[in-house]
């Protein structure tokens, strides 16, 4: 993936241009499986277009979600000041991460859609999701997960929840975010 993205800023004058004077590290959390390494690869490039590379970031987790293959990959850009225009992009060691269940929960919700969308129901449709974590650690994944907009069709409403707490979200967007007492 490495060389498809250096391969791509060679040719593309406007995308050399675009990152001149920058130094841009992108570490994934994980390597992406072969049938999503073009589209891994097509968000960074769009990335690299984008006015996320506006600021110096210093190993900033990728939270943008215009980019969603690059947030389920768990992705942190760094970018710095440099005498040229660099692109690196790498897998990262696999560390602990208290919010490392957000990426699983946002594909499992994909998933769920994609199998929905064949359905043939009559009535408004809904989707629970218990996501589970052995570590006990599930609040920062949820503070993540708030944070989206996300895309629910075909369901009318979406629930994410663990113990003591759900965040629930309709077509419109995040309805409530509901902690136990």
Not at 4 to 16: F, H, K, M, R, T
């Amino acid at each position: 993936m490495r060389t498809g993205v250096w391969d791509a800023v060679d040719s593309d004058p406007e995308l050399q241009e675009a990152i001149k004077g920058r130094f841009v590290s992108l570490n994934l959390w994980h390597c992406p499986k072969r049938s999503a390494e073009l589209r891994v690869q097509r968000e960074i490039l769009e990335l690299l277009r984008s006015d996320a590379l506006a600021a110096e970031s210093h190993g900033r987790r990728l939270v943008d979600p215009r980019f969603p293959a690059l947030v389920a990959h768990w992705a942190h850009l760094h970018v710095t000041a440099f005498d040229g225009a660099y692109v690196d992009v790498a897998a990262s060691a696999h560390s602990f991460d208290s919010r490392s269940l957000a990426p699983v929960a946002l594909k499992v919700l994909e998933r769920k859609r994609k199998k929905a969308s064949r359905y043939d129901l009559p009535a408004p449709l809904w989707l629970i999701l218990c996501v589970t974590d052995q570590r006990g650690v599930f609040g920062d994944s949820l503070d993540l997960l708030e944070r989206f907009d996300l895309a629910i069709e075909p369901y009318e409403r979406v629930v994410v929840y663990n113990e003591g707490r759900a965040i629930i979200w309709d077509r419109r967007g995040l309805v409530r975010d509901r902690r136990a007492a």
